[in-house]
């Protein structure tokens, strides 16, 4: 299935501004470097960001595009369960 999300902050910016929407499937087989998620964080809730690590150990590592997100090392490793779609396709507002 799909969901349509739409993009809340500038954190992603230029790639994603604030009121474009993404279309999100949650069927995907993995996770790669480079891959744009949207994901359940436990601290910042639902989040669209970039995939910049993955360890099968720890999880994933997320970051956005833009200095005004807040970084890799402020959210921290999440674990892959919390990716709740891979992002398919753009829509600009």
């Avoid at 069927?27 to 994901?39: E, I, N, P, Q, Y």
Wanted: include cysteine.
């Amino acid at each position: 299935m799909f969901n349509v999300v739409k993009v809340n902050g500038d954190s992603m910016s230029p790639e994603l501004t604030n009121g474009d929407f993404v279309i999100v499937s949650r069927f995907f087989r993995s996770l790669k470097v480079g891959d744009l998620v949207v994901a359940d964080h436990p601290r910042y809730n639902s989040i669209v960001k970039r995939i910049v690590e993955v360890c099968e150990r720890k999880g994933i590592l997320l970051e956005g595009c833009n200095n005004s997100s807040v970084t890799s090392e402020q959210m921290g490793w999440i674990r892959r369960t919390l990716v709740s779609g891979k992002v398919r396709f753009k829509v600009r507002a």
